[in-house]
C-alpha cells in the first residue's frame, strides 16, 4: 500500500491537551476527586484521606502523560547508516499500562511492534515509547493497536509496519462478567504486511503465533 492511499488519522495530527495546558486547574481535579469519595460515602475530610486528592492527581499525571508527547517529536529522528540492512525490525513483549475510556479500568498488556525500514531505521527504544504513547491515554485497545501502526507508517515510512497487542482488560475482569483469564488480541498492518501474506506470516512467526 502506498502512503498516497494511506488514511493518516485527523487525530495523529492533532495535539492533544495535557495536564499542562488544558483548562482544568490541579485545585479543580483534586476536588473532583473529593467530590467521588463523598459519593463512594465516605469523608475526604479524614485523616487518611487528606492528601488523597493530591495524589491521585500526581497519579493521573503520570498515567495519562501521553497526553503530552507526541509520536512526531520521537520519530523524527532516523538513522540512515544500516549497512545495508533491510529485513524486519521487530521489539516483543513490550509491556504496558493503559486505561479503558469505557471505564477508566486498567487494560495491563504487551505489544509487539515490527516495521520493515525503507533505508531508515529508528532507535529501538523508541518503539517503546511510542506504545506508552498512546497507552498513557484513555484506551480502547482497538485504537491504541490501529494507533500505533498507523504513527509508524505516516512518520517513519518505512515498507510496511505491523502491531500484536494481547491484554487484559480489568473492565472485564474484577467487574461486569467478571472473566478472570481471559486476554484480548488485536493485530494492524500496513504496507507489505498488509499485502503480502509472506511477511505477515515472518511477523507472526517472530510473535510466536504460528
Ligand atoms: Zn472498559
Keep these: 500500500m502506498s502512503n498516497a492511499t494511506f488514511p ?46 493530591a495524589r491521585v492527581t500526581r497519579a493521573f499525571g503520570e498515567w495519562f502523560s501521553g497526553y503530552s ?10 538513522f540512515e547508516e544500516v ?17 479503558c475510556e469505557h471505564h477508566m479500568a486498567p487494560i495491563i498488556g504487551t505489544a509487539h511492534v515490527a516495521y520493515l ?21 484513555l484506551q480502547i485497545q482497538e485504537k491504541m493497536t490501529a494507533e ?4 509508524l507508517q505516516v512518520f517513519l515510512k518505512p515498507k510496511g509496519a505491523a502491531v500484536m497487542i494481547r491484554a487484559d482488560h480489568h473492565c472485564m475482569s474484577t467487574r461486569g462478567i467478571r ?10 498492518f500496513t504496507g ?7 511477511w505477515q506470516q515472518r511477523f507472526l512467526h517472530l510473535v510466536g503465533l504460528c
Design 148 to 151: 500505533i501502526v498507523n504513527s
Design 8 to 53: 493518516v488519522s485527523k487525530a495523529l495530527q492533532k495535539k492533544p491537551l495535557s495536564p499542562n495546558t488544558n483548562s482544568v486547574s490541579r485545585e479543580a481535579a483534586e476536588e473532583a476527586v473529593r467530590v467521588l469519595i463523598r459519593w463512594l460515602g465516605d469523608d475526604p475530610s479524614r485523616e487518611g484521606l487528606t492528601d488523597t486528592p
Design 179 to 188: 472473566k478472570h483469564g481471559t486476554d484480548t488480541v488485536t493485530s494492524s
Design 69 to 78: 508527547e507526541s509520536p512526531a517529536d520521537i520519530l523524527s529522528r532516523t
Design 192 to 198: 507489505v504486511f498488509r499485502s503480502d501474506p509472506l
Design 117 to 137: 525500514p525503507d533505508r531508515r531505521v529508528i532507535g529501538l527504544s523508541k518503539l517503546a515509547r511510542l506504545v506508552d504513547i498512546y497507552a498513557r491515554r
Design 83 to 99: 549497512a545495508g540492512y533491510d529485513d524486519i525490525v521487530i521489539v516483543r513483549g513490550i509491556g504496558f499500562e493503559s486505561f
